[in-house]
């Protein structure tokens, strides 16, 4: 069992940046001989959960669109912590942000963006991030 704890959010001005942080409890010494896929989700009030970026047992990393460039995920050595480096925040990056783990598979091809079709295992309970000027 593994239990996902956010943290970093808060409020920023447009522009700004913020570094969000996922830590992992439990066994994670499995991630280290396991294929898995770890990824940042974020959610508005009345709408979808959308993917924000993923990065996989090999290190490779994916990100929606209106991600690339600004965000950076990243993984410590220890698989303990999962990063999401936000630069450049724009009010429509707020919402709700989560963490999620898939074990023993690589992210899920053209779904890995989708809550329910991405087969994640794992889920963090979510940090707030703002941004208002």
């Known amino acids: 069992q593994v239990q996902l704890s956010e943290s970093g959010g808060g409020s920023v001005q447009p522009g700004g940046s913020l570094r969000l942080s996922c830590e992992f409890s439990?066994?994670?010494?499995?991630?280290?001989?396991?294929?898995?896929?770890m990824a940042w989700f974020r959610q508005v009030p009345g709408k979808e959960p959308e993917g924000v970026a993923t990065?996989?047992?090999?290190?490779?990393?994916t990100y929606a669109d209106f991600a690339k460039g600004r965000f950076t995920i990243s993984l410590d050595n220890s698989m303990n912590t999962l990063t999401l480096q936000m630069n450049n925040l724009k009010s429509e990056d707020t919402g709700r942000y989560s963490c999620?783990?898939?074990?023993?598979?690589?992210?899920?091809?053209?779904?890995?963006?989708?809550?329910?079709?991405?087969?994640?295992?794992?889920w963090g309970q979510g940090t707030q991030v703002t941004v208002s000027s």
């Open positions: 439990g066994d994670t010494r499995r991630y280290t001989y396991m294929r898995f896929c």
């Open positions: 999620a783990v898939r074990e023993y598979a690589a992210c899920v091809y053209g779904s890995w963006f989708h809550r329910e079709r991405g087969g994640y295992n794992y």
């Open positions: 990065i996989e047992h090999d290190s490779s990393d």
